[in-house]
């Protein structure tokens, strides 16, 4: 029985498992973004974002160097650990959490697997702010509070754009008033 265990075997050995992901993480670092079925990709979700958040600790020099052997411990690849703490870390500096993004795109042809594309959130233009914007806004963000002042407000903010739309301009009245011939 499984009781309490929560992790996807993926009806692999545990030495087939791990070289599955390490695998898969060192692709999704490389790549950004890769195709696998729903089930590899969930599992690798909870395998690569502690790895990234690993990144994020850089209060001194010991502690960076021992966060690298951590991840190479899980990746062992120079070039992917590379790429995660010069290129992949900055970018993710100021999100808390939620690297990586999961999109089904529906299931294989030949054996009917579901498939789903894994990517790296702040790596892609066409969903949320950019490239580059992520480190900017490193201040973090609640959800309290604010909304009644917001809503007071727009509603001020509407209110004046109505009352100077109906309003005829100076130079809409000139042009108006030019007689005909």
Do not use: C, W
């Not at 690798?44 to 790895?51: F, K, S």
């Not at 042809?109 to 806004?137: H, Q, R």
Request: no cysteine; charged share 25%; aromatic share 4%.
């Amino acid at each position: 029985m499984r009781h309490g265990n929560k992790n996807n075997n993926l009806s692999r050995t545990a030495s087939h498992r791990k070289a599955l992901l390490m695998n898969l993480g060192n692709q999704l670092i490389t790549h950004k973004r890769i195709t696998t079925t729903l089930a590899k990709a969930k599992a690798l979700r909870t395998y690569i974002e502690p790895l990234i958040t690993k990144t994020k600790a850089t209060d001194s020099k010991e502690a960076i160097m021992h966060n690298h052997r951590i991840v190479f411990s899980y990746l062992n690849d120079k070039q992917a650990v590379k790429e995660l703490f010069t290129v992949i870390a900055p970018k993710v500096a100021g999100r808390p959490g939620g690297y990586t993004r999961i999109i089904k795109l529906g299931a294989r042809t030949g054996d009917n697997a579901e498939l789903a594309m894994i990517e790296l959130v702040d790596f892609n233009e066409i969903y949320g702010n950019g490239i580059g914007s992520a480190a900017e806004t490193a201040v973090k963000k609640t959800r309290r509070a604010g909304s009644k002042k917001k809503a007071t407000a727009e509603t001020a903010e509407d209110a004046t754009k109505t009352e100077t739309a109906t309003e005829p301009t100076p130079e809409s009245t000139e042009n108006n008033e030019q007689p005909q011939a």
